[in-house]
């Protein structure tokens, strides 16, 4: 009988078609993380990690070993003269954040979801995006993992392989630890405005001077909503407004703090019945940055595509709309990101639009239908999202994707970090 303090749960596959593990695991210290991965290798099983769930594609997936790092959170160190953070990657990205701030440092990147895992965001470069400072679109500096054979590794800042590592959708080991560059924290302030499809496709540049740009089209016509943050300096203390010195700041705030002490319950409570600006609060510290997405939907199916071609698929995309039904609604979500070093990353190598199709589940078809125009485009799909690209076609997408699989296979010759799910995305099929 093992002496680790693990919580394992042992469950029965008879009768099921769906894919369930046969255990899992949520080890605290990294020596247990090690001897789950040691045990999947000598045993010949497969062993994959899984984040908060905001992943939609079935990467997590697996019939052998699952690892929750729910248990194995925290900042373990802080650099403050050059801004580097090293988190543990079960850490929750908003306490992660209320960590830093009061280290009087914060990510130099938005629209990361409170709720979500470092580690997850990390694998699938959901850790944020943002147009203010072009010259370091990625937070991460290094990251430290638990390689095929339980043995430890690290990627630093220097290592060639890190453009490559970066996003790695957790095929290259159990990651640990990230290495997070950061910022001095601000104070964010948020301005939601309405304006038209065509102004916006023509001001661009104008738009992307702002921290983070985001709007909201509908698909049936030319109106949408912006919105941009921007940083600002942060306030001391005595210079905050008072939190609950309105209404809708009190039901903001007591939504926000059953949300946050509770991660589950924000899935049950009706955020349509809460007024917009209350939900959305109109400024925040940068330790509370998650609250001004608390009410973003990612959407059904995600795409990026250079922001040069944003105004001609998204006018093919209303042409094919106006040809359906206009009972069926599909809202589009749009947010600029700068170009990004890493070899999977889906802004890689020019200014990215990153578009979100959201629908009711009556309009899936429509959505559907919709996505195929992003894919005559050339876009690429995002991570957390499932699609049906395998490794021709991400190759053609990602100019490194070749050299990313190499680097996969040299670390994990056997698969040990795949599920049926990615090797089918890299092409290995039943040689798997």
Request: aromatic share 8%; glycine share 10%.
């Amino acid at each position: 009988m093992s002496a680790l303090t693990l919580v394992r749960r042992r469950m029965s596959r008879r009768g099921s078609d769906e894919h369930t593990p046969r255990f899992i695991a949520t080890p605290a210290v990294l020596e247990q993380i090690q001897r789950e991965v040691a045990y999947a290798a000598e045993t010949g099983s497969h062993i994959r990690v899984a984040g908060r769930g905001h992943t939609r594609a079935p990467m997590c997936r697996c019939d052998d070993g699952l690892l929750q790092l729910s248990r194995f959170t925290g900042i373990e160190e802080v650099d403050a003269v050059h801004g580097i953070a090293w988190v543990r990657s079960g850490t929750r990205l908003a306490h992660m954040a209320r960590e830093l701030a009061s280290y009087g440092m914060s990510l130099p990147t938005l629209g990361w979801p409170g709720n979500e895992s470092v580690g997850g965001a990390v694998s699938i470069g959901s850790y944020g995006i943002g147009t203010g400072d072009s010259r370091h679109p990625s937070p991460v500096v290094g990251l430290r993992m638990v390689g095929a054979d339980g043995s430890l590794f690290s990627i630093g800042s220097s290592d060639p392989r890190l453009a490559l590592a970066r996003i790695s959708l957790g095929t290259l080991g159990v990651l640990t630890h990230v290495g997070l560059r950061c910022v001095p924290a601000t104070h964010l302030r948020s301005r939601m405005t309405r304006g038209s499809l065509a102004a916006a496709l023509r001001r661009v540049d104008a738009m992307r001077a702002h921290d983070y740009v985001e709007w909201y089209w509908s698909a049936h016509g030319d109106d949408i909503r912006v919105r941009t943050i921007d940083r600002r300096p942060r306030r001391i203390m005595a210079q905050r407004p008072k939190a609950l010195r309105h209404g809708t700041a009190r039901v903001r705030s007591a939504a926000y703090r059953i949300g946050d002490a509770l991660p589950s319950a924000r899935q049950r409570v009706p955020w349509r019945l809460i007024p917009e600006r209350a939900r959305v609060p109109d400024s925040v510290d940068s330790a509370f940055a998650w609250q001004l997405f608390a009410d973003s939907d990612l959407g059904s199916l995600g795409y990026a595509l250079p922001i040069a071609q944003l105004g001609d698929t998204l006018h093919a995309l209303g042409g094919v709309l106006r040809a359906l039904d206009r009972r069926y609604r599909v809202v589009v979500r749009v947010r600029y990101a700068c170009a990004d070093d890493a070899a999977l990353s889906p802004a890689f190598g020019a200014e990215t639009a990153f578009v979100h199709l959201t629908a009711t589940h009556d309009a899936r078809d429509y959505a559907e239908a919709a996505g195929e125009v992003f894919e005559r485009a050339g876009a690429r799909p995002l991570w957390s999202m499932p699609h049906e690209h395998h490794a021709d076609d991400l190759a053609e997408l990602y100019p490194r994707w070749t050299e990313f699989a190499e680097l996969r296979e040299g670390l994990d010759p056997r698969g040990l970090f795949l599920n049926d799910y990615l090797a089918g995305v890299f092409g290995l099929g039943e040689a798997w």
